[in-house]
């Protein structure tokens, strides 16, 4: 049984996996991730609030409510209490190899060539008995000493997938696409993508390659190795930020992709010779 339970990074945070479905709970008063999921899913709140913001939509997402998240799609995640309770969620993940196996199994007589498929933006979905019923008998597993058996969170993924087909027939053919993202431009992606923490088969994924193509094509393109273009392409921005808007290293470092100002300034200095408080003292 697949049971990851993490709260290394915050003591405040728990999150346990049960096979690609994910109980979390927040004991602080609100906690912020930027989300990028290779994979289809849904996210339900089961008490306090979710704010989702992807630049140009923003919802929130409270109690008893639940959410569709496309593949690929990005968006940043403010989870809060609300209403005096605090933030509680499970989400549940549709990965190709799960849906594959389910086209196989009943899917196929769902898909219509007729239908259309959904736009990429993140859905508030309606509150059906499907959905309701679904994750209130999933609450019980909030609890890290019941343990349930990888079997029956399968069985819940099944009843999550079948409760969005019948939401919206266009669910059917968004869902059981299984053709293989064109190739986008590296540099693009990368100029457009530098602050987020992307692992490098992500961001071969993400520009429709494979690991063995992406480095191959990056290579093409630069010197430097893609983590190494990406420690500089975040640099020169953040240069360019505290140089022309009199940015701090407060202000700068997070948003452009360091996880703490520490590593930032030692990597500034590494780069440009001095910290980033004497450069602009």
Same mark, same amino acid.
């Given at each position: /049984?697949?049971?990851?339970?993490?709260?290394?990074?915050?003591?405040?945070?728990?999150?346990?996996?049960? #096979?690609? +479905? =994910?109980?979390?709970? $927040?004991?602080?008063? !609100?906690?912020?991730?930027?989300?990028?999921?290779?994979?289809?899913?849904?996210?339900?709140?089961?008490?306090?609030?979710?704010?989702?913001?992807?630049?140009?939509? &923003?919802?929130? +997402? &409270?109690?008893?409510?639940?959410? =569709?998240?496309?593949?690929?799609?990005?968006?940043?995640?403010?989870?809060?209490?609300?209403?005096?309770?605090?933030?509680?969620?499970? =989400?549940?993940?549709? @990965?190709?190899?799960?849906?594959?196996?389910?086209?196989?199994?009943?899917?196929?007589?769902?898909?219509?060539?007729? *239908?259309?498929?959904?736009?990429?933006?993140?859905?508030?979905?309606?509150?059906?008995?499907?959905?309701?019923?679904?994750?209130?008998?999933?609450?019980?597993?909030?609890?890290?000493?019941?343990?349930?058996?990888? #079997?029956? /969170?399968?069985?819940?993924?099944?009843?999550?997938?079948? !409760?969005?087909?019948?939401?919206?027939?266009? $669910?059917?053919?968004?869902? =059981?696409? $299984?053709?293989?993202?064109?190739?986008?431009?590296?540099?693009?992606?990368?100029?457009?993508?530098?602050?987020?923490?992307? *692992? /490098?088969?992500?961001?071969?994924?993400? @520009?429709?390659?494979?690991? %063995?193509?992406?480095?191959?094509?990056?290579?093409?393109?630069? #010197?430097?190795?893609?983590?190494?273009?990406?420690?500089?392409?975040?640099?020169?921005?953040?240069? !360019?930020?505290?140089?022309?808007?009199?940015?701090?290293? %407060?202000? +700068?470092?997070?948003? +452009?992709?360091?996880?703490?100002?520490?590593? $930032?300034?030692? %990597?500034?200095?590494?780069?440009?010779?001095?910290?980033?408080? %004497?450069?602009?003292?």
């Amino acid at each position: /049984m697949k049971n990851d339970k993490d709260e290394r990074e915050d003591p405040m945070k728990l999150i346990f996996n049960y #096979d690609n +479905v =994910f109980f979390s709970f $927040f004991y602080d008063d !609100a906690d912020s991730c930027i989300h990028r999921s290779r994979e289809y899913a849904l996210n339900y709140v089961c008490s306090g609030e979710m704010l989702l913001d992807n630049g140009t939509q &923003r919802l929130h +997402v &409270r109690k008893g409510e639940c959410v =569709f998240i496309p593949r690929d799609h990005h968006v940043t995640m403010y989870k809060r209490a609300y209403e005096g309770e605090r933030y509680c969620g499970i =989400f549940l993940m549709f @990965t190709r190899k799960f849906l594959r196996e389910m086209y196989v199994k009943w899917g196929r007589k769902n898909v219509s060539p007729t *239908t259309p498929k959904l736009g990429s933006d993140v859905i508030k979905l309606p509150r059906t008995p499907e959905l309701t019923s679904l994750f209130a008998s999933m609450t019980p597993y909030f609890d890290p000493e019941v343990k349930p058996n990888d #079997d029956l /969170m399968n069985l819940k993924l099944q009843e999550g997938l079948l !409760a969005l087909l019948h939401v919206d027939e266009r $669910f059917a053919p968004t869902l =059981f696409d $299984f053709n293989e993202p064109w190739k986008i431009d590296i540099m693009e992606f990368m100029n457009e993508n530098y602050m987020y923490e992307f *692992t /490098m088969e992500e961001m071969a994924h993400y @520009t429709g390659r494979s690991l %063995a193509t992406f480095k191959r094509d990056f290579k093409k393109i630069s #010197d430097l190795t893609p983590e190494k273009w990406l420690i500089r392409k975040r640099l020169d921005v953040a240069y !360019a930020k505290m140089k022309e808007s009199g940015c701090k290293v %407060a202000d +700068v470092y997070a948003e +452009v992709g360091f996880k703490n100002p520490s590593h $930032f300034s030692t %990597a500034f200095k590494k780069r440009y010779g001095v910290s980033p408080t %004497a450069a602009f003292a």
